[in-house]
């Protein structure tokens, strides 16, 4: 009998938004794998660190962290191979995603190599999405409002398109893009109602009206969210 191949989701940074379902899974699972950059530690383990045993088999996947692209299905069907041989073992294999593992979660590139052969579970996590609206205080969308998720890497244009066609936007993957985000929302008028959360979750979490950043430059793990709807908690930004 085969094993299970389980992709937990395990929220933005603070362990304890893992869910109990998340927490039962992991902490059962003789197996565990997680993405690690190759130049430190993995952070979907260390939101976890807590709740792992000795006894436990880890299996980094470890992903290079350089501007030039990698061979990222190299990276992943050597994960898939390694992780099916565990499967085809008998062993349940728990794998560690930040955030939701199908909200731009890098479980998915393992689901589609093996959820084909083996049986399969995912559990959703909080994701950065919800977490930035919680720290914010301020609710992501109401009644009929359309609320739109962009990267911040897409070309200008579309963000722009994006600004105008929806009462709430989420601006994801922030970055290096920040100036240039920050920029495309002042020139829509938007600026006085987005605000801004990096690493949230964390011990140097930040949460700001957008107005008030004046770097080009931010985490990788930041976020920013505008409502343009006709609800009033926009007035919110005002108290951060």
């Not at 399969?120 to 359309?146: F, H």
Request: hydrophobic content about 45%; some cysteine; aromatic content about 8%.
């Amino acid at each position: 009998m085969t094993g299970r191949l389980c992709g937990i989701g395990v929220g933005p940074g603070d362990p304890e938004l893992l869910t109990l379902k998340a927490h039962r899974i992991l902490t059962h699972a003789p197996v565990v794998a997680y993405p690690a950059p190759d130049d430190g530690p993995s952070f979907a383990r260390s939101i976890v660190a807590g709740y792992l045993r000795p006894d436990q088999l880890e299996i980094p996947i470890v992903i290079p962290m350089r501007a030039e692209r990698f061979p990222a299905r190299a990276v992943y069907d050597r994960a898939a191979a390694e992780i099916g041989n565990h499967l085809r073992a008998g062993s349940d294999v728990c794998v560690l995603c930040e955030g939701d593992p199908f909200f731009y979660g890098s479980f998915m590139y393992l689901f589609e190599r093996l959820a084909g052969r083996f049986a399969t579970e995912i559990v959703p996590g909080v994701s950065s999405l919800t977490a930035a609206a919680a720290a914010l205080k301020r609710p992501l969308a109401a009644r009929n409002d359309v609320l739109a998720v962009v990267p911040a890497p897409r070309p200008d244009a579309e963000i722009g398109r994006v600004l105008d066609g929806s009462e709430a936007v989420a601006i994801v993957k922030v970055g290096r893009h920040l100036g240039r985000v920050r920029a495309l929302i002042e020139a829509a008028g938007l600026l006085a109602r987005a605000g801004y959360v990096e690493r949230v979750g964390l011990a140097s979490e930040r949460v700001m009206p957008l107005a008030e950043t004046t770097a080009d430059r931010a985490p990788y793990f930041s976020i920013i969210l505008v409502y343009k709807g006709a609800e009033g908690w926009i007035n919110n930004l005002s108290v951060l």
